[in-house]
């Protein structure tokens, strides 16, 4: 037993001198668990009533460490799992650490980054919309077609992020598509900016993506996407995944008066290039480019210091390459969140959507309300109560 504890004690004393020598480090726990009662009008032509994990914010546990390297330079680690509390089973298509994962170096100049990680336009733009304030993914644009949500994410990446310059910020993403003989197939690429002054915060930024079935949207499952399956299941854009690449602009807006924020965004979306089977499925045989025009409108106001209510009205406009008349979507949401602590609030969510023209699938659209079961007719109601703890 003596032996063991002087072990013990000089593991410890190295320990202590390998922290002097190196500096100061540590790693933070953290999660999130959200969990309550959906209801569904329409989910293919029934209605639904279930407990669902995860719809304000996506319930998670995370690491975050650093390490003082010296000179304003740190090394810095992220590793975050999505999980079910419903259930125990992991999320995004059972990746242990599927919602990030990434290393790096942190400067007073900036931050580089490698792993799976969220784009430039996420970081720049999804702060604008209300699925990541008070809405939940219910709430996000239909499909979370121009991932503003946080719905998919860049594998195999390289990422840089500025420090804040008085309110200015910037950066950018690249990821390897790892394609032997073929740098750019499955290549994902972003650039953003964003400033703050005041009330007054905007944003703007770009993402392409080569081969996005296989790149962009096949990144959340535990085996390598196929170009022969269809790797997206929202109606809404399922139909153009053929594209050679996607490519979405956006830009973002909030202005805070007292109690009251008023924010906005836009983005353009194109599938470019359907038609590449080597990408994704074409059973329809669609060619040329289909495009997206989003607009959101948001206001939410804090009635209290412990109570807050907001509402916003979504607009998606399509066209499918002259091959059928496009989609149409109108979306009004509205949320109020009760907080019992610092850490813990409870909230009700309603969302209500209506669809019009024909979608990707060539088919009359139906209302698809981001990660619910689509409706079997023009519109749908869903109504959420929850609880969300932080730790």
């Given amino acids: 037993m003596k032996k063991h504890s002087y072990s013990f004690c000089a ?12 500096g100061q480090s540590s790693v933070t726990l953290y999660g999130i668990l959200d969990a309550g009662f ?21 319930s998670r546990f995370g690491f975050f460490g650093s390490e003082d ?7 810095i680690f992220r590793l975050e799992n999505g999980f079910d509390i419903t259930n125990g089973r992991l999320g995004q298509g059972g990746l242990l650490f599927g919602r990030q994962a990434y290393v790096g170096l942190s400067s007073t100049y900036g931050t580089v980054t490698f792993g799976r990680q969220y784009d430039a336009l996420t970081d ?20 979370d077609l121009d991932n503003f949500n946080y719905s998919f994410r860049s594998n195999n990446s390289v990422k840089f992020k500025s420090a804040d310059y008085a309110g200015l910020s910037f950066g950018g993403t690249y990821s390897l598509g790892g394609i032997a003989g073929d740098v750019t197939r499955n290549q994902i690429w972003s650039l953003g900016a964003g400033y ?5 915060s905007l944003g703007v930024a770009y993402l392409n993506a080569r081969n996005p079935n296989t790149s962009l949207f096949g990144g959340n499952s535990a085996t390598a996407a196929t170009a022969t399956a269809a790797n997206a299941t929202s109606p809404v854009y399922r139909g153009f995944l053929s594209a050679h690449s996607y490519q ?33 499925p074409n059973p329809i045989r669609y060619a040329g480019t289909a495009t997206f025009n989003n607009v959101e409108m948001n206001f939410s106001y804090q009635i209290t210091p412990v109570w807050m209510a907001g509402v916003a009205y979504d607009y998606t ?20 969140h009760y907080f019992l602590s610092k850490t813990t609030d409870v909230y009700l969510t309603a969302v209500y959507q209506h669809a019009s023209g024909v979608d990707s699938t060539n088919n009359r659209a139906v209302a698809a309300i981001n990660v ?15 609880m969300r703890h932080k730790f």
């Fill in 11 to 22: 593991i410890a004393a190295l320990s202590a001198f390998a922290t002097a020598a190196y």
């Fill in 38 to 58: 959906n209801y569904q009008s329409n989910a293919n032509g029934g209605r639904l009533f279930a407990l669902v994990s995860g719809v304000n914010q996506g």
């Fill in 69 to 75: 390297l010296g000179g304003g330079l740190k090394a």
């Fill in 124 to 143: 720049f733009l999804g702060q604008y919309s209300v699925s990541n304030q008070w809405g939940g993914y219910v709430s996000a644009h239909p499909g």
């Fill in 196 to 200: 703050t002054r005041g009330p007054l």
């Fill in 248 to 280: 979405d602009i956006g830009a973002g807006a909030s202005y805070t008066y007292g109690a009251a924020t008023f924010g906005a965004t836009y983005s353009n979306i194109r599938f470019r290039g359907m038609g590449d089977t080597t990408s994704g």
């Fill in 317 to 336: 406009k399509g066209s499918s390459n002259n091959i059928n008349e496009g989609a149409t979507y109108h979306q009004a949401e509205a949320s109020t």
């Fill in 372 to 386: 619910l079961t689509p409706s079997s007719s023009d519109s749908v109601t869903m109504v959420r109560i929850g």
